[in-house]
């Protein structure tokens, strides 16, 4: 019998008010945990409390560096839990255990970086303009929702929990219905590290029904979201209602360019990685990948004997590249994209199927996938299939070039593959992207900012002024002299 979970609702360890609800290993379908969803009462009673808890002097009251001593201790924590929380969050979703150490191990300095963001965070004394002292200061916003998705759960929520414990803010958490469990364990971590109880709540359950009564609930402050870009609008919409800031860390169609000049293999190595690792569920995958047409056959030949060597298979395994997708479900929305594929005109070099034997039986599979033969304006090359699927597209001319890559609704990442760092700037520059890499793919350092623009979304996640999106500013001035007021005669 599969593990029943409780979770943390206002300060209690106990089963949410909901019905019992399973969740599922995509290697092989079997069940990993029970557990119940919240309800829309469970929202009210999470976030009553999260309010109450935020304003006690045990937490409203701490000192910068009392603050950041409970974040280093959960850093701390998460590494000395690190293989055991690596091997559960590749239970949830399937991602090889490789991928999956990756993201715990961000997730900790993710907590140690915004500890010592909130150590060393200086209020602003402004140039005076006047005989008074100005000053600007950020105070905490107050109890905010976070909403994630499946695809990296620990990294993307500690990417919101941190940043907000820094602030001083509670955070009521509505992780992805199916992985619920690194939630579950940051909010463990975090209570063991000294985080008063009633300050971080965890709501599994519906998108539909928790998701959407935490973002309407009114002491919630702000949200920050990660999904999919219509989810996204809806979020946007609701929070008009209370002019409620939030973050929109939304869906990709990412190019990657290889130029002329580029170290082909280097290049083809950087274009499989882009795409295909984490079976594509990935929203910077590197979906697109536009090669110049002198390189074009070359690369396209060494990249499908490199598709060859890409081992599919059990997410547990140390020398597995691409594991399952998440689901069955999941499965079936990739399966209908690359029949869309095929139908406008496609010619499939890779993939394009199931992983056959028995082996794959149980588990969500689908092999690695090339296309070419389909325009930028195909909509298998436009819309975000979020599987292992990549469409090649040789290119000429640099103008005409950065006309498509910028030819989609998308906005998250780009890459460029050239040895030449003039071109891969001029490009870079003209990519309407909020992250470009430039002979790499995928790196990621939690001190460098992370957005998208146009569809992608906005507001940002990492770097040390993350924090500000969890605050409110305020300004200060402060009378220096003696010195009568205008109206003082009257
Ligand atoms: P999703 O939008 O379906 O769900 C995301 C979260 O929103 C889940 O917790 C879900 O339960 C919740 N939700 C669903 N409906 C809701 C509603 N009406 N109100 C409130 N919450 C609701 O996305 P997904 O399928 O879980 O994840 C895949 C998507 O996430 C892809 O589009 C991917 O590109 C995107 N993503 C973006 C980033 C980024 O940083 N830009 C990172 C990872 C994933």
Redesign the pocket.
């Known amino acids: 019998m599969a593990e029943k979970l409780q979770t943390l609702i206002a300060g209690q360890w106990r089963h949410a008010s909901g019905p019992e609800y399973t969740t599922e290993y995509p290697h092989d379908g079997s069940t990993v945990a029970r557990l119940h969803a919240a309800t829309v009462a469970d929202v009210d009673e999470a976030v009553q409390c999260a309010e109450k808890a935020r304003q006690h002097p045990a937490w409203a009251k701490l000192k910068h560096h009392e603050r950041a001593g409970m974040l280093y201790r959960i850093a701390n924590g998460i590494r000395e839990r690190s293989e055991e929380l690596a091997q559960l969050q590749r239970l949830d979703n399937g991602k090889p255990i490789k991928e999956c150490r990756a993201l715990v191990a961000s997730a900790a300095s993710t907590f140690q970086f915004f500890g010592a963001a909130a150590e060393t965070w200086e209020d602003t004394i402004t140039p005076s303009r006047g005989d008074f002292l100005s000053m600007s200061v950020n105070e905490p916003l107050g109890v905010v929702g976070a909403?994630?998705?499946?695809?990296?759960p620990i990294a993307?929520e500690a990417q919101k929990l941190a940043p907000a414990l820094a602030a001083g803010c509670a955070m009521v958490f509505?992780?992805?219905?199916i992985t619920p469990r690194m939630a579950i364990e940051l909010a463990k971590i975090a209570q063991m590290a000294g985080i008063p109880d009633g300050i971080i709540s965890v709501l599994p359950g519906?998108?539909?029904i928790?998701?959407?009564a935490?973002?309407k609930h009114p002491l919630i402050k702000r949200i920050a979201?990660?999904?999919?870009?219509?989810?996204?609008m809806?979020?946007q919409r609701l929070a008009a209602e209370k002019l409620m800031p939030t973050s929109l860390?939304?869906?990709?169609k990412s190019p990657t360019i290889v130029c002329a000049d580029a170290d082909l293999d280097h290049a083809v190595a950087g274009v499989l990685y882009g795409i295909f690792s984490s079976s594509g569920e990935?929203?910077?995958a590197g979906s697109r990948a536009f090669v110049h047409e002198s390189v074009y056959n070359e690369f396209k030949s060494r990249l499908l004997a490199g598709v060859k060597n890409l081992r599919v298979g059990d997410p547990s395994r140390e020398d597995t590249h691409m594991g399952p997708l998440v689901n069955l479900g999941h499965r079936a929305s990739v399966e209908r994209y690359v029949q869309m594929g095929r139908d406008e005109g496609g010619t499939v070099l890779a993939g394009g199927v199931r992983p056959t034997g028995s082996y794959f039986d149980g588990g969500s599979y689908y092999l690695p996938t090339v296309f070419e033969g389909l325009p930028n304006s195909a909509r298998m090359c436009q819309e975000?299939i979020?599987g292992p699927v990549l469409a090649l597209l040789p290119w000429k001319d640099e103008a005409d070039l950065i006309a498509q890559c910028n030819d989609n609704m998308f906005g998250?990442a780009s890459g460029i593959w050239s040895r030449d760092f003039k071109t891969a700037w001029r490009i870079g520059r003209a990519l309407q992207t909020g992250t470009v890499w430039i002979n790499t793919y995928k790196v990621f350092s939690i001190s460098t900012p992370?957005s998208?623009v146009k569809m992608?979304?906005y507001g940002q996640?990492k770097g040390r002024l993350g924090i500000l999106e969890y605050t409110s500013q305020k300004s200060f001035y402060w009378g220096l002299n003696e010195s009568p007021m205008p109206w003082a005669s009257t």
């Not at 509505?174 to 219905?177: F, S, V």
């Not at 860390?249 to 990709?252: K, P, Q, R, T, V």
């Open positions: 909403i994630t998705p499946w695809n990296s993307s509505k992780p992805a219905e519906k998108g539909s928790v998701g959407d935490l973002v979201f990660t999904g999919g870009t219509n989810v996204g809806g979020i860390e939304l869906g990709g990935s929203c910077i975000e979020f998250l992370f998208g992608s979304g996640e």
